[in-house]
């Protein structure tokens, strides 16, 4: 549990860092990188409109408490192995069963807690095989590609159940990011009215460019500072046509590659780093377990 909340949002500081680190993605990239682990699927090109969604949203949904880049890496290697493409077919998974399906999924390790993982993969497939004909296309014209209403709506417990983790506040954002930047023409409605996905390098990078300052103390990520993570970007990239989403691959990069070797205020990227002068001084600390802030402008 965090202790008081002692924290200041700061939107128009955001917003000048947000107009730095996209122009230096557009053109070198942030400390020389634009990848994230999800653009390794790039490495198995598919040509099936279909399945491709359904492998962005299948692994997707295993994106969580785990290394990512490792995750897409075995979704890489079960895409390349002939004898598993069913599990990307949502009526198939069904048509075999829980029991093969988890034996798939450990193959390549794209399950990493077997059960869990398996139920996870299997309830999803189970609602898009049963209720949207087995085409995750035709869940989102269901709710008119409205993307915003969409993450309203099946926001409830009875999609957290069939629908697990797609439907939660975090990875739902992150989810829409995936399919927008890596299937073309999907004629999405009012990704801009969605919240940055918050992770811990969205986290720390926010902090660490003074976008929210303060004293603070939790034991992990809490939805308070989530929260005001969403905020600041949502107040700060308003009126700037830069959906908040779209922030999510700079600052992770910067994290990433910068704000993660900082350490007692001094950070070794420093000289390279493309917002130096928005680092803030005092203690960023943001990990799965540990948050503790410190800063001031």
Same mark, same amino acid.
């Given at each position: 549990?965090?202790?008081r909340?002692?924290?200041?949002i700061?939107?128009?500081?955001?917003?000048k860092?947000?107009?730095v680190?996209?122009?230096?993605?557009?053109k070198?990239?942030?400390?020389?990188?634009?990848?994230?682990?999800?653009?390794?699927?790039?490495k198995?090109?598919?040509?099936?409109? !279909?399945?491709?969604?359904?492998? &962005? @949203?299948?692994?997707?949904a295993?994106? +969580? $408490?785990? #290394?990512?880049?490792?995750?897409?890496?075995?979704?890489?290697?079960?895409?390349?192995?002939?004898?598993?493409?069913?599990?990307?077919?949502?009526?198939?998974v069904?048509?075999?069963?829980?029991?093969?399906?988890?034996?798939a999924l450990?193959?390549?390790?794209i399950?990493?807690?077997?059960?869990?993982?398996?139920?996870?993969?299997?309830?999803?497939?189970?609602t898009?095989?049963? !209720?949207?004909?087995?085409?995750? &296309? @035709?869940?989102?014209?269901?709710?008119? +590609? $409205?993307? #915003?209403e969409?993450?309203?709506?099946?926001?409830?417990?009875?999609?957290?159940?069939?629908?697990?983790?797609?439907?939660?506040?975090?990875?739902?954002?992150?989810?829409?990011?995936?399919?927008?930047?890596?299937?073309?023409?999907?004629?999405?409605?009012?990704?801009?009215?969605l919240?940055?996905?918050?992770?811990?390098?969205?986290?720390?990078?926010?902090?660490?460019?003074?976008?929210?300052?303060?004293?603070?103390?939790?034991?992990?990520?809490?939805?308070?500072?989530?929260?005001?993570?969403?905020?600041?970007?949502?107040e700060?990239?308003?009126?700037?046509?830069?959906?908040?989403?779209?922030?999510?691959?700079?600052?992770?990069?910067?994290?990433?590659?910068?704000?993660?070797y900082?350490?007692?205020?001094?950070?070794p990227?420093?000289?390279?780093?493309?917002?130096?002068?928005?680092?803030v001084?005092?203690?960023?600390?943001?990990?799965?377990s540990?948050v503790?802030?410190?800063?001031?402008?």
């Open positions: 549990m965090g202790k909340v002692n924290l200041e700061h939107p128009e500081r955001a917003k860092v947000a107009k680190l996209v122009k230096r993605l557009e070198g990239g942030i400390f020389s990188f634009k990848e994230l682990p999800d653009d390794e699927i790039k198995v090109p598919l040509k099936d409109r !279909e399945k491709l969604i359904a492998v &962005l @949203s299948l692994v997707t295993l994106d +969580y $408490m785990r #290394d990512a880049k490792k995750l897409w890496e075995s979704a890489v290697e079960t895409l390349k192995d002939k004898e598993l493409q069913w599990i990307f077919s949502p009526k198939e069904v048509k075999r069963g829980r029991n093969e399906l988890k034996k450990l193959k390549h390790r399950a990493m807690r077997k059960d869990k993982d398996t139920d996870i993969w299997w309830n999803i497939s189970q898009i095989a049963g !209720e949207f004909g087995g085409s995750f &296309l @035709s869940f989102f014209d269901s709710f008119n +590609y $409205m993307v #915003d969409t993450y309203r709506k099946i926001d409830d417990k009875k999609w957290h159940e069939k629908f697990p983790n797609l439907s939660g506040r975090k990875i739902f954002p992150h989810w829409i990011r995936i399919l927008k930047e890596k299937v073309e023409d999907l004629p999405f409605e009012n990704v801009g009215k919240p940055i996905p918050v992770d811990v390098h969205v986290t720390r990078a926010t902090f660490t460019t003074g976008c929210i300052t303060g004293s603070y103390r939790a034991k992990s990520i809490t939805a308070t500072v989530r929260n005001l993570v969403i905020k600041v970007w949502d700060a990239l308003k009126d700037e046509g830069i959906p908040p989403v779209s922030m999510f691959r700079p600052l992770w990069l910067l994290s990433k590659h910068g704000c993660h900082r350490k007692n205020g001094d950070c990227k420093r000289e390279e780093c493309p917002v130096r002068q928005f680092c001084s005092g203690k960023v600390v943001v990990s799965a540990h503790e802030i410190d800063t001031s402008l």
